[in-house]
């Protein structure tokens, strides 16, 4: 197993949240443009505690969201001061706790603090085991052209390129296909 289950599961949600911020969704708009969508985000993600649904609490969600997508292909050095900051910011306590179904993991605030502390810290968390383990080149932006997804790349041999969001492994494989094929067309000498 490459990461701990919490971790996985942190590092997950993590991918899909900078992933909302790339509209791929049918009408191609972000998805976090309301408190609504927020809800949705979290719900869909078993992200529990409490929330103040104001307008406030997205837009420190949001902003979040841009520091991590900087950090998710972010070097070491780069990746160790970004976690860094964001526990300090966050005045992140560590405490083990059990909760909801979830097994023993670690929580870096008290169950009161902000949303944005709380994701911050969860994402922090998870990327500080990514470069402890030295498992950050696991972190990668989608190799399609036409993409700016980011993925989690779980497989054994290191081996996935495309992200999940969309169609893009299939889109790839159709484009190199039909590459392949014209060569094969052009007339021989
Ligand atoms: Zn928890
Ligand atoms: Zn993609």
Request: include cysteine; charge should be positive.
């Amino acid at each position: 197993m490459t990461f701990t289950h919490d971790t996985e599961v942190a590092l997950k949600t993590l991918a899909a949240f900078i992933n909302t911020g790339i509209g791929t969704r049918p009408d191609r708009a972000d998805g976090l443009l309301t408190t609504g969508d927020l809800d949705d985000f979290l719900a869909e993600q078993r992200f529990s505690g409490p929330r103040t649904r104001t307008a406030g609490e997205l837009r420190a969600v949001r902003h979040l969201r841009t520091r991590l997508q900087r950090l998710w292909t972010a070097d070491e050095e780069q990746v160790a001061d970004g976690v860094n900051q964001l526990l300090r910011n966050a005045r992140a306590l560590p405490r083990v706790v059990r909760h909801d179904g979830w097994s023993w993991h670690l929580h870096c605030t008290s169950a009161a603090a902000p949303l944005e502390d709380r994701m911050a810290t969860e994402a922090a968390m998870a990327l500080a085991d990514a470069l402890r383990g030295g498992e950050l080149d696991r972190l990668r932006a989608c190799a399609s052209p036409d993409c700016s997804a980011v993925l989690l790349d779980l497989t054994r041999n290191r081996s996935k390129r495309y992200c999940d969001t969309g169609n893009c492994a299939n889109r790839e494989h159709v484009r190199s296909y039909r590459t392949r094929q014209a060569t094969r067309q052009k007339p021989a000498g």
